[in-house]
């Protein structure tokens, strides 16, 4: 389905309608009607270095229309019917919004009762049911979250947006001063162009710290895309990096802490996707982002400042746990092309330490651009994963 | 003048007295009611012999009472009115059941006036039963006097034992309200009533009568017993008399009791079973209840007799049999031969130990008394409306060398305004009388945790009572019971005990998850076609509008899809008959042992 995500306006009220038509017809003939989804979960996710990113396996989860479903399916039915009105007459909605819509709905139709949302949770799992039914992202139904992060500089680039209406807007991100340009719902929307040939562009997992880079003039003396990814990366930072990598062919390297929550979460969630979003990772991750640091070298090198991991820091312990599973059983830790994040993350392990992104700042405290320099010459040597 | 008013009663009372008093009242207030007696009588015993001593004085067993009430159940206002109703109840229950009659008691408890101690109420306690009446000699022993008991040390389930708790009360309402026990009483034969005050005598542990006299009393005989006391009234919760009268009323189906309680109606409950529970013979002693000292001295009872006719005269469950699987184990059949008296110290100990591992056949279940699935069945509806029950009565067994038999009912009420996540309501019984205070302590509600209720169908949290508008009820019924204190609260478990009443238990939660089962399924059902009718109409016209399908289309398909779920209702209703049936067969086999046992109690009557 990912493939046709510039058409999908036109291809989600197909498929649709040929799913409905199935079921009608199903029951027509008295013919219990099954539906499969994708199985999203690592257990179905195979990892290919030459693809890149998490793809599904051949695993399905299978739904049958029976007394128990019946509630499940009448209700994603209704919902389907007022995504596919918004996908028709172009109105985008949250999920909450949508479960306010659904309630005026069954308001103004009394008929409709039985299929009353309790909670939003309860038509957030429908919304979701929706998805893997018809293999899409949510995005596709014009359901968008407000995804954070993604804050983005450069002297260079230009984004030229196409907007419903058929209007274009373009954006000259070096005239935004020290304003970010953030890329919100669809950033496959988008297109990207340069004025001037950019060397590289640096994903920076704190935002502050992306900022401070910015302001103390890494744009203005490099030729370079720098964003803040604002840690875990949302669907739409995710969306992004994968259309700088693309539309501008152009290095893409992570700086970021030096421990197994990042490691795991949030770097490999950038490169290669995740495993609950398995359908959606093809637009959704950029194989070719390179882990800059803090590598683990860098501490001796730079005589950073690292600390062990707290034994009662619960979110590091749960990390460094999940850390040792995927060293068995994460098929992207797995893959010989990796070996080296692979190593990161044994030593990560074995040592039971972490380093800060920020530690870059005590190698010269009386330096502002230190950090910089630091970075720019790793670029230069090489010196990434 | 203050000064002197306050030494005086230090100058009245000897020094040594007091002395002596305190010195009782710091003994371990947690002492077994057994232990207490004897600790009273040993009292008793050395008055006579050690008064000439210089320095050591003694006190009589109601001095060392009335210091020490707490002991028995009067450690609080509260428990004060539920101990003093439940001595009286309990006295008119045996004497009853030991006549033949069938109980008819009538309780009043009232608030008269504000009590003399603080934060109290003055509140009249009246108890009166149809029972044989009390011979006027004998009344100030039974009121006024400690350790005077017709039961005491007899090895039977009575309810009272010692002959503590209607003289405690008569104390306590002599202390608080400075009149004892109000008493009107008539045997068979005697034409008129008597009507007369009871006091205890503290100094000399003896009851006193006053204010005598005859009066005309339209019954036939009974008894009728006034106390007029501090404390405060309860009537809800565990702890309160609703739950006491209730309890009463569950293990005592041929009990008819009237009660009127304050700010209530005269309430009636009748008795569901028209037969006085037979009273335990006395039966001889069962080897493996016995301990060796005891088995040496009950050999003293016998005199010159041979050993072999000793064992199979003086205890129950030996036979020839069994001398001859204790030759076989090793002992001589000389020894047999030879005369009690005569038999050395180790030959007894050899003689204990080869018959304590020989298999005996259960204590005599005529030595415990039981109240009988069927009228626990029965009795469990006078609780209140209930959907549905389970009653389980244990075969007799020996825990702690003591025959003992486990009773357990649990019943599932229909008043839903009981919260969903509130623990269920125990009722735990001791010789069927109800026990209502320091629950977590007591061996039944352990048993009652220890089972995993989730695999009935009841909600329970990790090692807690289960969960719902249920009643568990469990009695336990033994000639001994250990308590855990003098005033009988709580049962102390040895792990034999609580895993004897676990099984019970689980028998028990086995039965009643067949009509949770058969509801749950019940409830699948409704629900199945409640979904058929909502949600078909729905799902196909919704279908129909994002698919633009003509109505001929959409009524062939609500044709279909009810076709298809109604395959699906028609499986749940399977189920349920399934589960149905199970529920039948159960009953149906409850129903046949029970007349099975009834043909075979009259065979044996």
Not at chain 1, 324 to 340: V, Y
Request: charged fraction near 30%.
């Amino acid at each position: 389905m990912s493939k046709n995500l510039m058409s999908s306006s036109d291809e989600i009220p197909k498929l649709s309608k040929d799913l409905c038509n199935r079921l009608l017809q199903d029951l027509e003939r008295a013919k219990r009607p099954v539906l499969y989804a994708t199985k999203c979960s690592l257990d179905n996710a195979i990892y290919n270095h030459k693809v890149g990113f998490f793809t599904p396996g051949s695993k399905k989860v299978a739904t049958e229309l029976n007394v128990s479903s019946v509630k499940k399916m009448s209700r994603a039915i209704f919902m389907l019917e007022i995504l596919l009105r918004n996908l028709d007459t172009g109105a985008v909605n949250t999920k909450r919004e949508l479960y306010y819509i659904s309630k005026g709905e069954i308001k103004h139709n009394p008929d409709l009762k039985p299929l009353d949302f309790a909670d939003q949770d309860e038509s957030d799992e429908i919304i979701d049911f929706i998805c893997e039914l018809l293999e899409c992202y949510r995005e596709e139904l014009n359901c968008y979250a407000n995804d954070r992060g993604g804050q983005t500089y450069s002297q260079q680039l230009v984004v030229t947006e196409t907007l419903p209406d058929g209007d274009k807007a373009v954006v000259d991100l070096s005239k935004l001063g020290t304003s970010p340009f953030q890329p919100k719902n669809r950033p496959q929307n988008l297109k990207l162009s340069a004025k001037k040939k950019i060397d590289f562009c640096l994903i920076v997992e704190s935002e502050g710290t992306a900022n401070t880079l910015v302001a103390n003039g890494f744009t203005k003396r490099h030729n370079s895309i720098l964003m803040g990814a604002g840690g875990v990366p949302s669907n739409a930072v995710r969306g992004w990096c994968k259309l700088i990598q693309d539309q501008l062919r152009v290095p893409l390297y992570f700086y970021g802490d030096l421990d197994a929550y990042t490691m795991q979460n949030i770097f490999r969630t950038l490169k290669a996707g995740s495993a609950s979003s398995l359908i959606r990772n093809e637009d959704f991750s950029a194989p070719e982002v390179r882990f800059l640091g803090v590598l683990p070298e860098d501490i001796k090198k730079y005589d950073l400042n690292d600390y062990p991991v707290k034994e009662n820091d619960a979110q590091e312990v749960r990390a460094l746990k999940k850390a040792s599973d995927a060293m068995k059983n994460d098929p992207f830790f797995l893959d010989k092309k990796n070996k080296g994040l692979t190593q990161i993350l044994k030593w990560l392990l074995e040592h039971k330490r972490r380093c800060e992104q920020q530690a870059y700042f005590t190698v010269d405290p009386r330096d502002p651009t230190m950090p910089e320099k630091i970075i720019v010459e790793k670029i230069k040597r090489g010196d990434y994963v | 003048m203050d000064m002197a008013k306050k030494s005086q009663p230090k100058k009245s009372a000897p020094a040594t007295k007091a002395k002596a008093s305190d010195k009782k009242a710091a003994a371990p207030k947690a002492t077994k009611t057994k232990e207490s007696a004897e600790e009273s009588a040993a009292i008793q015993q050395a008055k006579s012999s050690s008064s000439s001593k210089k320095g050591i004085t003694t006190s009589s067993t109601a001095e060392y009472f009335s210091k020490n009430l707490q002991q028995v159940g009067f450690s609080s206002q509260v428990k004060a009115v539920l101990t003093t109703l439940k001595e009286a109840v309990d006295n008119s229950l045996d004497a009853c059941e030991e006549n033949g009659i069938l109980p008819e008691v009538t309780v009043t408890v009232e608030k008269v006036g504000p009590g003399s101690l603080k934060n109290s109420d003055q509140v009249r306690i009246r108890v009166e039963d149809n029972g044989p009446g009390i011979d006027p000699e004998d009344v100030p022993k039974v009121f006024g006097e400690y350790l005077a008991s017709s039961k005491f040390g007899r090895g039977r389930c009575s309810r009272g034992q010692q002959g503590i708790g209607i003289s405690a009360a008569t104390t306590w309402a002599q202390l608080t309200s400075a009149v004892g026990a109000r008493v009107v009483t008539k045997t068979e034969k005697m034409r008129k009533a008597v009507r007369c005050i009871v006091e205890v005598d503290i100094k000399n542990n003896t009851g006193v009568l006053k204010e005598k006299d005859s009066v005309d009393w339209e019954k036939p005989h009974g008894t009728s017993v006034e106390f007029l006391i501090d404390g405060r009234i309860q009537l809800n919760g565990e702890a309160g008399l609703i739950s006491y009268l209730n309890g009463t009323t569950l293990v005592n189906p041929h009990l008819t009791l009237h009660y009127k309680l304050p700010e209530m109606e005269l309430h009636t409950v009748e008795r569901v079973s028209n037969t006085v529970p037979e009273i335990p013979s006395a039966v001889e002693p069962h080897p493996h209840t016995m301990k060796l000292g005891e088995f040496i001295a009950h050999s003293h009872l016998f005199g010159r007799v041979k050993v072999g006719a000793w064992l199979k005269k003086g205890f129950s469950r030996v036979h020839e049999g069994t001398l001859k699987e204790l030759n076989a184990a090793g002992i001589k059949n000389g020894i047999f031969e030879k005369l009690v008296d005569s038999l050395h110290e180790s030959e007894f100990k050899e003689l204990f130990m080869a018959i304590q591992n020989i298999p005996l056949m259960a204590p005599s279940t005529k030595s415990v008394l039981s109240i009988g699935e069927d009228a626990m069945a029965k009795s469990i509806k006078r609780l209140g409306a209930i959907d549905f029950f389970s009653v389980v009565s244990r075969k007799p067994t020996i825990c702690d060398f003591k025959p003992v038999q486990i009773e357990v009912a649990v019943a599932r009420l229909e008043d839903r305004s009981i919260e969903a996540d509130a623990p269920v309501q125990v009722l735990r019984f001791a010789n069927r009388v109800p026990l209502q205070f320091d629950k977590s302590a007591c061996a039944i509600v352990h048993a009652i945790q220890s089972v995993n209720w989730r695999a009935y169908g009841l909600g329970q949290p990790k090692e807690s009572l289960p969960q719902g508008p249920y009643i568990i009820a469990v009695s336990v019924v033994s000639p001994f019971i250990r308590f855990k204190n003098a005033s009988k609260e709580t049962i102390d478990g040895s792990d034999e005990l609580v895993e004897e009443i676990r099984r019970a238990l689980i028998q028990s939660g086995q039965r009643l998850s067949k009509h949770i089962r058969k509801e749950v399924k019940a409830n699948e059902l409704e629900e199945k076609l409640r979904h058929i009718e909502q949600f078909c109409p729905i799902l196909v016209a919704g279908l129909a509008r994002i698919t633009k399908a003509s109505d001929s289309r959409r009524k062939k398909a609500e044709d279909g899809i009810a076709k298809l779920l109604g395959r699906d209702a028609r499986d749940t209703e399977k189920e349920l008959k399934a589960a149905h049936d199970v529920l039948e067969e159960q009953t149906a086999k409850a129903s046949q042992k029970n007349s099975k046992k009834a043909a075979e109690a009259e065979v044996e009557a």
